[in-house]
C-alpha cells in the first residue's frame, strides 16, 4: 500500500481535530475545548474572547488571543494588544496599584521625538512600533 499523501493527511488532521472540538462543545466542556483551540491555533472562538473581555479578564484574553497570533505578527493583533494592555494600565491605575509586567507603561514624553504617545498611535492606526 502506497503512503498517504502528505497534503491529504495533513486535511484528514485538521478535519478529526474540528470534529474533536466540536465534540467537545457539545458535551458542555467549555474550558477543555477553549485550551484546544488556543493550543492549536485551529479555531479562534470571537464569542469566547468577548466574553473574557466584558468580564474584564483581560489577562486571560491576552493568554487565548496569543495562541492564535503574536503581537507582531501583524497591525491588526498588535492593536488588539495594545488595547488589552492599556486597559490593564488604567484598570490599575483606578485601582492606585503598580501595573504589572505586559502592561502598557507610563509614558514619558522626553523619551519620543514626535510628542506622539506611542500606546494611543498604535491603537489609533499609527505605524509606531511596539514589538
Known amino acids: 500500500m502506497a503512503d498517504p499523501d502528505p497534503a491529504e493527511a495533513q486535511r484528514l488532521c485538521k478535519e478529526l481535530q474540528l470534529l474533536v472540538l466540536q465534540h467537545l462543545h457539545e458535551q458542555g466542556y467549555k474550558e477543555v475545548a477553549h485550551r484546544l483551540e488556543q493550543e492549536s491555533g ?3 472562538d470571537t464569542k469566547h474572547l468577548e466574553d473574557l473581555v466584558q468580564c474584564g479578564a483581560w489577562d ?4 487565548y488571543l496569543g495562541g492564535f497570533t503574536e ?3 501583524d497591525p491588526g493583533s498588535a492593536k488588539i494588544f495594545v488595547a488589552i494592555r492599556k486597559q490593564k494600565y488604567l484598570e490599575a491605575l483606578g485601582r492606585n496599584q503598580e501595573p504589572t509586567d505586559g502592561a ?5 514624553p522626553s523619551t519620543h521625538d514626535n510628542g506622539a504617545d506611542p500606546a494611543t498611535s498604535a491603537v ?4 509606531t ?3
Open 42 to 44: 485551529l479555531y479562534l
Open 60 to 63: 486571560d484574553a491576552e493568554r
Open 71 to 73: 503581537g507582531c505578527e
Open 104 to 108: 502598557v507603561h507610563v509614558w514619558e
Open 124 to 127: 489609533s492606526g499609527s505605524s
Open 129 to 131: 512600533e511596539i514589538c
